[in-house]
Each structure stands twice: as structure tokens, then as C-alpha cells.
């Protein structure tokens, strides 16, 4: 445990309040999003949800697993919040579940993986991730409504698959300006 704290540099409350602020708008935007189908297997939210991976990656390569865990649960804290009053409370709370869930398995996995080559952590942890975010999420938001949540769910996992692929070049670029660690 101490090893971890000097391992990585403190967030400054700026740095923590800028995190913060990037998740809720991530998670709050998708959870608004989720609710547009664009047609019968997606959704808009599965366009913008990944991006939630790509700052919990970065945090996590410059911060530590620690730092990215405080942030997942301040961000879902606010995320919850605010999804009350801009979603329907079964989406607010699906979405905090899964967000949750989802964030905390990608931070783990992310963390065990970061020495191997750049691209295997953001890449494994946030397609684990992916997958049981849309799997929590559209079971819990809209199981026995009717509604076609499996084929969303299908095409939202495909879509959030292809755009954290996609998410690796921006980490690339940026994990060596904003998430360099410490010691390298």
C-alpha cells in the first residue's frame, strides 16, 4: 500500500474537480442519449458512454488505481444525482449500477495490466468493462418493458466495442502528455 502512494503523485483538487466533472458530464449526456434510439439495435448512448473508459485509463496510468476509484465513486455519486432529474429513475439507476460495476472492473484490470505493452490495458480493461456495463445497464433498465433491449444491447455492446478501439489512439496521445506517470 505504500509502495502505491509513492508510486503516483496526488490529484490536486483541481485535477480531482476536472475528473469529476468529465465523468458526470460522460455519464449523465449517455444517460440522455440512451433514451434516442437511432434505430432498432442502438442507441445514441452506446456512441458516447466509452469515453467514460478513456478518462478512467488515463487517471489510472498517471494517478493510480486509487485515484481512479475515488473519481469513479465521486462521478457516480454526481452522476446518480443528476440522472434523476434528466432520466427516468430505472435509467438513473441502472446507469449508476452498471457505471459502478463497469468502472471498477476496469480499473482493476487496467492497473494488473499497465506493465505489459500500452495498448493491452486500456484495450482489455475497457472491452471487460463494456461488456458488463451493457450487460447491467439493459438488463436492469429496460428488462419487461417491452421495449427491444436485447437488440439495443447488441448493437450498443458492438458500437462501445468499436469505439474503445477506437479510444486507443487518443489514449496513445495522451497518456504521455496529461496521464505520464510519475516515474517514467
Excluded at 482493476?108 to 447491467?136: E, K, M, N
Excluded at 448493437?155 to 478501439?165: P, Q, R, S
Aim: aromatic content about 12%; glycine content about 6%; proline content about 5%.
Amino acid at each position: 500500500m505504500m509502495a502505491a502512494a509513492r508510486r503516483y503523485p496526488p490529484m490536486s483538487r483541481t485535477q480531482f474537480g476536472i475528473a469529476v466533472l468529465c465523468m458526470l458530464l460522460v455519464v449523465v449526456g449517455s444517460n440522455i442519449l440512451v433514451q434516442v434510439p437511432l434505430n432498432d439495435w442502438l442507441t445514441w448512448g452506446g456512441l458516447s458512454y466509452p469515453v467514460a473508459f478513456l478518462v478512467t485509463d488515463l487517471l489510472n496510468r498517471r494517478f493510480g488505481p486509487a485515484a481512479a476509484r475515488r473519481v469513479a465513486w465521486f462521478g457516480f455519486a454526481a452522476a446518480l444525482v443528476v440522472s434523476v432529474w434528466v432520466a427516468s429513475p430505472r435509467i438513473a439507476l441502472a446507469s449508476g449500477l452498471a457505471y459502478i460495476c463497469a468502472q471498477l472492473v476496469d480499473i482493476q484490470v487496467f492497473d494488473r495490466l499497465r506493465d505489459q505493452r500500452w495498448w493491452r490495458a486500456p484495450l482489455v480493461s475497457g472491452t471487460l468493462g463494456a461488456i458488463l456495463d451493457t450487460a447491467v445497464f439493459f438488463s436492469v433498465a429496460f428488462a419487461a418493458t417491452g421495449m427491444p433491449w436485447v437488440t439495443w444491447m447488441m448493437g450498443d455492446l458492438a458500437i462501445k466495442l468499436a469505439v474503445n478501439v477506437s479510444m486507443l489512439a487518443p489514449f496513445r496521445a495522451l497518456m504521455w502528455n496529461l496521464a505520464k506517470p510519475a516515474n517514467a
